[in-house]
C-alpha cells in the first residue's frame, strides 16, 4: 500500500507537469493564432527580423525550464503512477508531448536555425513560414493532447485519493 507522503509527493508532481505542460501549450497556441497570423501581415524584412528577435529571446532559462521540465515532470509522474489508472493518462501524455518535443528539435529549430542564416528576406521567408507554421500547428495539438490527458490524471488521482 501507498503512504500518504508517497501519494502526496505524487500529486505535487503531477500538478507541476500539468501546470509546465500548460505554459508550452499555451505558448504553441499563441504563436499559432496571434504571433505568427500578425507577423503574416508584415513585409518580408520585418517578418524575418521579428522572428529572428523571437528565436533569440525565446532562448532563455524561464522558457527552458517549462519546455524541459514538462517533459522531465511528465515523466517522472508516469514513473510515480505506474500501473495506476492516473499512471495511464499521464503516460500518455508523456507520448504526446515527446512526439512535441521531436517535431520541435527536428523541425521548428532547424527552420529557426535556418532564418538566422544570411539570404533576401523574401527567400528566408518563403522557406520559413509555411512548414514553421505547419509543425507548430502540430506541436500544439500535441502539447494540449497532453496536457489535457494531465488534467485527466489530475481528476482521477483526486478522486482516488478521496477528501482531502
Do not use: K
Not at 46 to 61: A, C, G, K, L, S
Not at 79 to 105: D, E, I, M
Not at 155 to 163: E, H, I, K, S
Request: glycine share 10%.
Amino acid at each position: 500500500m501507498t503512504n500518504t507522503r508517497e501519494t502526496r509527493t505524487g500529486r505535487v508532481v503531477l500538478g507541476a507537469a500539468t501546470i509546465t505542460m500548460g505554459l508550452i501549450a499555451g505558448v504553441f497556441y499563441v504563436f499559432a493564432c496571434a504571433v505568427m497570423p500578425a507577423l503574416a501581415r508584415s513585409d518580408d524584412r520585418t517578418y524575418v527580423e521579428v522572428m529572428r528577435n523571437i528565436n533569440d529571446v525565446i532562448q532563455n532559462p524561464v522558457f527552458f525550464l517549462s519546455f524541459m521540465g514538462a517533459l522531465v515532470l511528465t515523466g517522472a509522474s508516469a514513473w510515480q503512477l505506474r500501473g495506476s489508472a492516473p499512471g495511464r493518462w499521464v503516460w500518455a501524455a508523456l507520448a504526446a508531448y515527446a512526439l512535441a518535443f521531436l517535431v520541435t528539435v527536428a523541425f521548428n529549430i532547424p527552420l529557426n536555425n535556418g532564418l538566422a542564416g544570411q539570404g533576401d528576406p523574401a527567400s528566408l521567408r518563403e522557406h520559413f513560414e509555411g512548414p514553421w507554421v505547419a509543425w507548430n500547428v502540430v506541436r500544439t495539438v500535441l502539447s494540449t493532447v497532453a496536457l489535457g490527458c494531465l488534467a485527466r490524471a489530475l481528476v482521477l488521482t483526486r478522486g482516488a485519493a478521496g477528501p482531502a
